[in-house]
């Protein structure tokens, strides 16, 4: 996958039906890649992607499969089938489940029916803070926590990572450029915050090291939404040294 400032945007389908995603599809012609979460595909399922797919869109995954190891392998087979580009998993289901993930979507692709799958391991959800992470027995320090869970994932032959803006950095920092990071919590300066607590401006977490920026509402909320975006395209192309 290329990352022109056009293809770094991931558009989020957080609709219910493939009525409302066709939708807005067919209404943003110059983005490429969509991404489809627990809402939609619990909806919705494999027809929606046959018609992303007839639409020549990319699909990212956004399941964050937490499952015993053998159970999360034979998800990722059948996303493969699917024709899915891009998926998430995540990662404090430990090191073997993201191993047998990681093994799957090769062997899928070995097999010669089509490209490897983009496999993203899910640190912190955006919606939460450190006080959130003590209640469930954790540390309360995001960064550590993020920063342990993408060392697991890269262990485990992860490619990727999901994150919030605010540790891209520390994540550069550590890797370099041996994970691919994913972000959520992408809000432009004219759209308001809602319930993403960890935000940041699209060329702000470019320039910080993200690959890609999923963005939803600011877009897909719009009145028109391929306008939102290309707005979005062009504060990124002007904001490049």
């Not at 391991?121 to 992470?133: I, N």
Request: charge should be positive.
């Amino acid at each position: 996958m290329d990352k022109t400032n056009a293809s770094r945007i991931i558009i989020a389908l957080d609709v219910q039906t493939k009525e409302e995603g066709l939708s807005l599809v067919s209404r943003l012609k110059d983005a490429r890649t969509f991404k489809v979460g627990l809402e939609l595909f619990t909806a919705e399922g494999p027809t929606l992607f046959r018609k992303l797919r007839a639409l020549r869109k990319d699909i990212f995954l956004d399941l964050k499969l937490h499952d015993i190891p053998n159970t999360v392998a034979g998800a990722v087979r059948s996303a493969f089938k699917l024709g899915v580009q891009m998926m998430t998993i995540h990662t404090s289901g430990g090191r073997e489940m993201m191993a047998k993930a990681a093994e799957a979507a090769r062997s899928a692709a070995e097999a010669g029916k089509g490209p490897k799958p983009v496999l993203l391991g899910v640190t912190v959800l955006t919606s939460l803070k450190g006080a959130d992470l003590e209640e469930v027995g954790m540390g309360a320090d995001v960064a550590s926590q993020v920063l342990r869970l993408a060392g697991l994932a890269k262990a485990a032959g992860l490619d990727g990572v999901v994150c919030s803006p605010q540790e891209i950095e520390v994540l550069r920092k550590e890797y370099g450029r041996e994970l691919l990071i994913v972000t959520p919590g992408i809000r432009p300066l004219w759209a308001a915050a809602q319930d993403q607590k960890r935000i940041m401006t699209p060329a702000e977490a470019v320039a910080k090291g993200a690959d890609y920026l999923v963005i939803g509402r600011p877009i897909t909320g719009a009145p028109s939404p391929n306008e939102a975006f290309l707005r979005i395209v062009e504060e990124l192309d002007q904001s490049r040294p």
